[in-house]
Nanobody
Framework: QVQLVESGGGLVQAGGSLRLSCIAS????????MAWFRQAPGKEREFVAA????????YSPDSVKGRFTISRDVAKNTVYLQMNSLKPEDTAVYYC????????????????WGKGTLVTVSS
């Protein structure tokens, strides 16, 4: 079973940057789509970004487009989320998710989830 472990969260001032990492426990990760979601206190989980198994295609909503970039390093079994120009409203727990099916991953129906890493953006 694939296990996902996120890291890289922390406290940053508005306008700053962070890079989140998500490491998968198995090599089969290389054939899985990967995604990042976030959940702020009292709010529903929100899709942030996704990347296809090949890395050739990425997806992101308008709320983060141009500020957040998802990428993956297959050799390291790792997916990254580079977050720039952070805003206080980006404050949330960020989760990594994975599934062989790209659509399922994007829709939040991925089979595998990490435990999350907290990002706090101060104003």
């Amino acid at each position: 079973q694939v296990q996902l472990v996120e890291s890289g969260g922390g406290l940053v001032q508005a306008g700053g940057s962070l890079r989140l990492s998500c490491i998968a426990s198995e090599r089969t990760f290389s054939s899985y789509a990967m995604a990042w979601f976030r959940q702020a206190p009292g709010k529903e989980r929100e899709f942030v970004a996704a990347i296809s198994w090949s890395g050739a295609t990425t997806y992101s909503p308008d709320s983060v487009k141009g500020r957040f970039t998802i990428s993956r390093d297959v050799a390291k079994n790792t997916v990254y989320l580079q977050m720039n120009s952070l805003k206080p409203e980006d404050t949330a727990v960020y989760y990594c998710s994975s599934d062989p099916n790209t659509a399922a991953t994007i829709q939040g129906r991925g089979a595998y989830w990490g435990k999350g890493t907290l990002v706090t953006v101060s104003s």
